[in-house]
């Protein structure tokens, strides 16, 4: 069973960092796709930075210069840096995959969320 494992959420004051991270487990199975969604009280889950098979990342509004996304080839994973992190944005954080299980095509997967927030 492939699954999504998610780690580092917690609480910050304005302007704090937190790296998130998560890791793709499980067996016969490729990454198209990885990254990282938010989704605040009340509001659509947006799209914080993914990336795709080559190196090329796409962020979110606002993300970018903030937030950096890395990943972790050996692990299979993906981490998330958030730097000056403003009290307008705790949410909670999904990792996202698009993952090839077998001989399947793509589809998404998620996690189960990790909770930031954000307070003075």
């Known amino acids: 069973q492939v699954q999504l494992v998610e780690s580092g959420g917690g609480s910050v004051h304005p302007g704090g960092s937190l790296t998130l991270s998560c890791r793709a487990s499980g067996n016969d199975f490729k990454i198209y796709e990885m990254g990282w969604y938010r989704q605040a009280p009340a509001k659509s889950r947006e799209l914080v930075a993914k990336i795709g098979k080559g190196d090329g990342i796409i962020y979110g509004d606002a993300k970018a210069g903030r937030f950096t996304l890395s990943r972790d080839r050996s692990r299979l994973a993906v981490d998330l840096q958030m730097n000056g992190l403003q009290s307008e944005e705790p949410a909670v954080y999904y990792c996202?995959?698009?993952?090839?299980?077998?001989?399947?095509?793509?589809?998404?997967?998620w996690g189960q969320g990790t909770q930031v927030t954000v307070s003075a």
């Open positions: 996202y995959a698009s993952l090839g299980v077998g001989r399947a095509s793509p589809a998404p997967y």
